[in-house]
């Protein structure tokens, strides 16, 4: 099984400011099968990027993915009080198990 | 619009059976991939279980030979029968549509998720 540990888990920054969230998987994952997702409090997942680094749908510019192999970045470029949230990447790599990071938590300084 | 909606969950005893619906609308359950998820209290998301558009099912194996996942075509709806229920089954249960794009290049991801539904699992 292919293990993603994601970093930091508590990130405290101040709206404006830049977000780098990291996810390190035990085994290289092919960029297609990555994805990240926010959560609130209260509310189910959404869906940020797709693919690594394409942005889903009525996602805002300010989010961005990159990475391959086993390290993966998502960021923010400049904070806006809505971002402030718990994000989680997920690889299917080791389809058709699929596996989920255990949560970065981005909140406010 | 598409979307997912949950209902089934509650308080279950240990040992005990519950099972949980998935209603979809806007789209066609038995032409995607579809997946179920949880989140225990204060933790993160568990996937669960898939089952494909051809009709072949997988489980995490924290739930194989206790949970069943499938569908109702007819209904367009998502189920998760859930047996022998632990403690560690509590979690809130989330639907989602999970896309296998395949093409030049293949995108795996989970597009639409529904609310979500509660289990507690206590006596």
């Known amino acids: 099984e292919i293990v993603l540990t994601q970093s930091p888990g508590t990130l405290s920054l101040s709206p404006g400011e830049r977000a780098t969230l990291s996810c390190r998987a035990s085994?290289?994952?092919?960029?297609?099968?990555l994805a990240w997702y926010q959560q609130k409090p209260g509310q189910a997942p959404r869906l940020l990027i797709y693919?690594?680094?394409s942005r889903a749908t009525g996602i805002p510019d300010r989010f961005s993915g990159s990475g391959s192999g086993t390290d993966f970045t998502l960021t923010i470029s400049r904070l806006e009080p809505e971002d402030f949230a718990v994000y989680y990447c997920?690889?299917?790599?080791?389809?058709?198990?699929?596996?989920f990071g255990q949560g970065t938590r981005l909140e406010i300084k | 619009e598409v979307q997912l909606v949950e209902t089934g969950g509650g308080l279950i005893q240990p040992g005990g059976s519950l099972r949980l619906s998935c209603a979809a609308s806007?789209?066609?359950?038995?032409?995607?991939?579809m997946s179920w998820v949880r989140q225990a209290p204060g933790k993160g998301l568990e996937w669960v279980s898939v089952i494909y558009s051809g009709g072949s099912t997988y489980y995490a194996d924290s739930v194989k030979g206790r949970f069943t996942i499938s569908r109702d075509n007819s209904k367009n709806t998502l189920y998760l029968q859930m047996n022998s229920l632990r403690a560690e089954d509590t979690a809130v249960y989330y639907c989602?549509?999970?896309?296998?794009?395949?093409?030049?290049?293949?995108?795996?991801?989970?597009?639409?998720w529904g609310k979500g539904t509660t289990v507690t699992v206590s006596s």
């Open positions: 997920q690889q299917y790599g080791s389809s058709p198990r699929i596996t």
């Open positions: 693919g690594a680094s």
């Open positions: 085994q290289s994952v092919s960029s297609s099968y």
């Open positions: 989602a549509r999970d896309l296998r794009i395949v093409g030049r290049k293949d995108y795996y991801y989970m597009d639409v």
């Open positions: 806007g789209f066609t359950v038995s032409s995607n991939y």
